[in-house]
């Protein structure tokens, strides 16, 4: 569960910079001052762009579910059936937020609240416009696990278009996302 958050996290960094660059700006120019506030929002999109980043990392680079080795069947990105209504929802939500007022950051801390919840228990992890913006694409695959024989559906993060009938090493244990390991033998 802890590692789904940091996924989510990860889902909205595009929109912890915006915001935090927007900060900057306006204190360069003199258009917010550095008080308590500021530095409780400059704190919380550190803290949530470092929890992003881990869940990043965690998920895609050190994560210790062990790997199964499959063979995709049949594959369909799905990307691009759900990423412009979130990325320009975050857009929306990073650009025009007034975050030097009390109210406009307590509704930002719950928007982000009620959309992990959101998130999370509906099992949206495949919106992720950062992984899309680091080249991932998500895809729902058919597949036949090598050991077991059997063919499942599955869930899968790649980078670039994975190549039919070709092996490939999979860490299939969660059944609503995994990242497959683009080397294949």
């Not at 008080?35 to 949530?48: E, G, H, S």
């Not at 965690?58 to 063979?71: A, C, L, M, R, T």
């Not at 695959?141 to 899968?156: A, L, N, T």
């Amino acid at each position: 569960m802890f590692k789904n958050l940091l996924l989510y996290l990860s889902a909205f960094m595009p929109m912890y910079v915006l915001v935090f660059v927007k900060l900057v700006v306006e204190i360069i120019n003199d258009n917010l001052s550095f008080n308590v506030l500021n530095t409780i929002n400059f704190a919380t999109l550190l803290l949530l762009i470092v929890g992003g980043v881990i869940g990043l990392l965690w998920n895609v680079k050190y994560n210790n579910e062990k790997s199964n080795e499959i063979i995709i069947l049949k594959s369909q990105n799905i990307t691009d059936k759900h990423f412009l209504g979130y990325f320009s929802l975050f857009v929306f939500f990073a650009i025009p937020l007034d975050l030097s007022l009390v109210s406009a950051y307590c509704v930002y801390v719950l928007v982000l609240i009620f959309i992990g919840i959101v998130y999370i228990n509906n099992s949206l992890y495949y919106i992720n416009p950062l992984l899309n913006i680091l080249g991932y694409n998500f895809y729902d695959i058919e597949y036949r696990d090598v050991d077991s024989g059997e063919i499942k559906q599955g869930k899968i993060f790649f980078k670039g278009e994975p190549e039919l009938g070709k092996p490939y090493f999979a860490k299939v244990k969660n059944k609503h996302f995994c990242f497959i390991d683009k080397n294949h033998k």
